[in-house]
């Protein structure tokens, strides 16, 4: 059982675009929801965070919208740039923080110079 | 260097042989995860540690894994008798009481 659903697999943006993927979950009892950011051979580094008390976090060019009656959360990307290029992951878990994540299949992001 | 380090980066091994990996946590953080990961996949939670206490394992978890963490600072995983499906990137990962987790660089083991 797939707990969090995440799209699309694969996205080309243009430099200077809006990167923005999308994630949806069923368990209604989560309540942390991170993105991480991965290069291949890396592990996983956390870009930003959201608890569904309010429905948007902004951090620099990165920005979560959270819609808690949809059960859908996604992050946009505001002028994508080549190093941006990496998969990104969506992730939840039920009130213990960060204690055993669910984490999406994954978005293989490429931005197009 | 003040991340979660996680030593070897690459292991080769053969089939039926025993491995195992640490992770050094990020060192004010009591709580220390392992998680796996597949090719194409996302991380799967594997076990977590708050200090040197075992506190949640996944059914992933198979009889031949074990994770200690000993004195509360570092852990080991050890996978016995390996087979060719445990080939994975092995990841660490740690977190003060319900924060934010960091990430290590990850162990890649391949069973040949």
């Known amino acids: 059982q797939q707990q969090v659903k995440q799209s699309p697999q694969s996205l080309i943006v243009q430099k200077g675009g809006i990167s923005i993927i999308n994630c949806a979950y069923e368990n209604t009892a989560f309540d942390y929801f991170p993105w991480y950011q991965q290069f291949p051979g890396k592990g996983p580094a956390l870009l930003i965070a959201?608890?569904?008390?309010?429905s948007e976090k902004k951090e620099g060019r990165f920005t979560i919208s959270f819609n808690k009656s949809a059960k859908q959360f996604s992050l946009h990307i505001m002028d994508s740039q080549p190093g941006d290029s990496a998969t990104y992951f969506c992730a939840a878990s039920a009130g213990r923080g960060a204690d055993g994540l669910t984490f999406g299949k994954g978005t293989h992001l490429i931005i197009q110079p | 260097d003040t991340g979660v380090s996680q030593d070897p980066r690459h292991k080769i091994t053969k089939r039926g042989q025993n491995v195992t990996f640490r992770c050094d946590p990020i060192?004010?953080?009591?709580?220390l995860y392992w998680y796996r990961q597949t090719l194409g996949q996302g991380p799967e939670f594997l076990t977590y540690f708050q200090n040197e206490a075992q506190l949640e394992k996944s059914r992933l978890l198979s009889d031949r894994f074990s994770a200690e963490r000993p004195k509360g600072s570092f852990s080991t995983l050890e996978i016995q008798r390996t087979e060719q499906g445990d080939s994975a990137m092995y990841l660490c990962?740690?977190?003060?009481?319900?924060?934010?987790?960091?990430f290590g660089q990850g162990t890649r083991l391949t069973v040949v």
């Open positions: 060192s004010e953080h009591n709580r």
């Open positions: 990962a740690s977190s003060p009481a319900r924060g934010e987790a960091f």
């Open positions: 959201i608890r569904p008390d309010v």
